[in-house]
């Protein structure tokens, strides 16, 4: 692959409970489990709750610890993702924890919010496949 950005993390406020959750060893909807592709043109916030529509949520691939410290998400937006909006002009991303048991993928907004970042322009329209990784490093 090729890298096409890079941007520094955004921990946002309702994603700290859920972090002090884990370090305290509570688990349960406190770990994330869901990537979202929004449509917000402002630069997050620490107080934002979560992503503009149109928007799109699905599981992540995957993850993996790269370094001490870090935690490596992979996502993807392929042809198989038919509930996304089309097409769908993507500007921001976000990592959530969804302890309300969200069905996935869909357009119900998972919560809370753990990750937000913006990202440059990239048009889905479902005839090609996207992937990418987000790297929090604590």
Do not use: C
């Not at 096409?4 to 509570?26: C, H, M, Q, S, Y």
């Not at 449509?39 to 529509?53: C, E, M, V, Y």
């Not at 993928?105 to 987000?134: D, K």
Request: proline fraction near 8%; charged fraction near 5%; aromatic fraction near 14%.
């Amino acid at each position: 692959g090729q890298l096409i950005w890079e941007r520094k993390n955004l921990f946002v406020d309702t994603g700290l409970p859920a972090l002090a959750n884990l370090i305290a060893g509570v688990t349960a909807g406190q770990y994330v489990t869901v990537i979202g592709f929004g449509s917000g043109i402002a630069a997050p916030l620490t107080a934002d709750t979560g992503l503009n529509a149109p928007y799109y949520f699905k599981a992540i691939d995957s993850y993996s610890f790269p370094s001490p410290g870090s935690t490596q998400f992979a996502y993807s937006l392929t042809t198989s993702d038919s509930g996304a909006p089309n097409p769908f002009n993507i500007t921001e991303l976000g990592l959530f924890a969804n302890s309300g048991n969200v069905a996935m993928p869909g357009v119900t907004q998972p919560v809370p919010l753990i990750a937000h970042v913006s990202v440059p322009l990239f048009t889905y329209t479902g005839g090609g496949n996207y992937s990418g990784t987000w790297t929090l490093t604590f």
